[in-house]
């Protein structure tokens, strides 16, 4: 099993920032990928940005985010917890969701936090 615990949402006016952590403990040492989602009222969950545990930490992130977001992980390579962050600079109303970490093994994003929110004001 694997556990994860993010925080860092809250209010912010557009063209603000924010950063958001993910902390994954438990079962993490086979970590395959981590990510971040999103969820807007009246919406599907998006995956927003990901990061390869190895292969260079490579990284994805979807078009409405690219070049505003940043997604980045810890290095400490023998910490059983694993930390993933997501930067958030010049947000905008339409980012205003309920925002998820989530981590994949192997088999698919199986491991998914409590979500939190985050607001943007016009």
């Known amino acids: 099993q694997v556990q994860l615990v993010e925080s860092g949402g809250g209010l912010v006016q557009a063209g603000g920032s924010l950063r958001l952590s993910c902390t994954a403990s438990?079962?993490?040492?086979?970590?395959?990928?981590m990510g971040w989602f999103r969820q807007a009222p009246g919406k599907e969950r998006e995956l927003i940005a990901r990061?390869?545990?190895?292969?260079?930490?490579?990284?994805?992130?979807?078009?409405s985010v690219r070049g505003r977001f940043t997604i980045s992980r810890d290095n400490s390579g023998d910490n059983p917890k694993k930390m993933v962050y997501l930067q958030m600079n010049s947000l905008k109303p339409e980012d205003t969701a309920v925002y998820y970490c989530?981590?994949?093994?192997?088999?698919?994003?199986?491991?998914w936090g409590q979500g939190t929110q985050v607001t943007v004001s016009s």
């Open positions: 989530a981590t994949d093994l192997g088999d698919g994003w199986n491991y």
């Open positions: 438990g079962r993490t040492f086979t970590t395959y990928r």
């Open positions: 990061i390869r545990w190895n292969a260079g930490s490579s990284t994805y992130y979807a078009d």
